[in-house]
């Protein structure tokens, strides 16, 4: 089975909104957010560390599995637009 895999760029709230919204697809198998492997540095000894532009709303790693690739697709059209009336971001990846 297809897994689409999801980085949300908001909060916990908008994350589990998210979340709640492809569980209710059809043909969607599996919603779990998992912890995301890729190491963030953040260089504390950096000029800009701990700048209000450091502090946004987190990252979060969906994964999603879907009994086919017409549902894949499917998938990423509603997770798109569902961010967008969270006010959140998202990006399609193949591996986290």
Known sequence: MPIVRIRVFGSETDTGSLITVLHGLDGVERVEQV?????????????????????????????????????AEQVR??????????????EFVEDF
């Open 35 to 71: 912890a995301d492997l890729m190491p963030h540095m953040d260089d504390e000894d950096s000029s800009s560390a701990g700048l209000p532009g450091d502090l946004g709303p987190g990252m979060r790693a969906i994964e999603v599995e879907v009994s086919d690739h017409v549902k």
């Open 77 to 90: 059209e509603i997770a798109a637009r569902t961010s967008e009336l969270l006010d959140a971001n998202v």
